[in-house]
């Protein structure tokens, strides 16, 4: 084993680990685990440095490792990730923190095929193919399910809540309607 490979391993670790922790995080929604996970990932990666494989983009190999090591953790958990739909009342002016969060509660009420690819792609600042590669899908299908999810999450938000979009496009404001009730999860 060249002491190059494990260097280069450490700096790329190094460089992506935070961004990795919060993918880690997005999934299990909880610190702890997230932190356990994230170590495992570490030692998952030095161990597959003995491998000599060529890495082409690494950073979509460390996110796909973080993918993988999250699915196992619920399959030996025996986890379904249930969907929080305890929305509050929000303020006609909202924060940064509070639209983020308004948005992550919508987006994981999408169906997992839809919110992953999303996910990665608009919030991880993953590129479609490098979403594709990671998914293991063709190119046409991330593509095809990062417009369907854009357009179901766009659907959550209209029939929800009364929505104000500045000049630009942008989310400025939202208040959820009384009595609504989002668009429940489903396997769609």
């Known amino acids: 084993m060249e002491l190059n490979r494990y260097k280069d391993i450490s700096e790329h670790w190094l460089k992506y680990q935070d961004a990795l922790r919060n993918y880690i995080f997005r999934f299990v929604k909880n610190a702890d685990t997230a932190n356990h ?3 495992e990932v570490l030692m998952k990666v030095y161990a597959s440095c003995c491998s000599g494989r060529d890495i082409k983009n690494i950073r979509s190999w460390l996110f796909q490792i973080c993918y993988t090591t999250c699915m196992d953790h ?6 379904t990730t249930e969907i929080k739909s305890d929305f509050k009342a929000i303020e006609e002016d909202l924060t940064y923190e509070e639209t983020a969060e308004l948005m992550s509660s919508l987006i994981n009420l999408l169906p997992l095929k839809y919110s992953k690819p999303l996910e990665l792609s608009d919030i991880q600042g993953l590129k479609q193919e490098e979403v594709a590669n990671l998914l293991g899908l063709s190119l046409t299908a991330t593509k095809t399910r990062i417009q369907r999810a854009r357009q179901k999450l766009k659907e959550q938000i209209l029939e929800c809540g ?3 979009i500045n000049d630009k496009g942008n989310l400025t404001g939202f208040q959820l309607k009384s009595g ?3 668009l429940q999860k489903s396997g769609k």
Do not use: D, G
């Open 37 to 39: 996970l994230s170590h």
């Open 74 to 79: 619920f399959k030996q958990e025996n986890k």
């Open 162 to 164: 009364n929505v104000e």
């Open 180 to 182: 609504c009730k989002p």
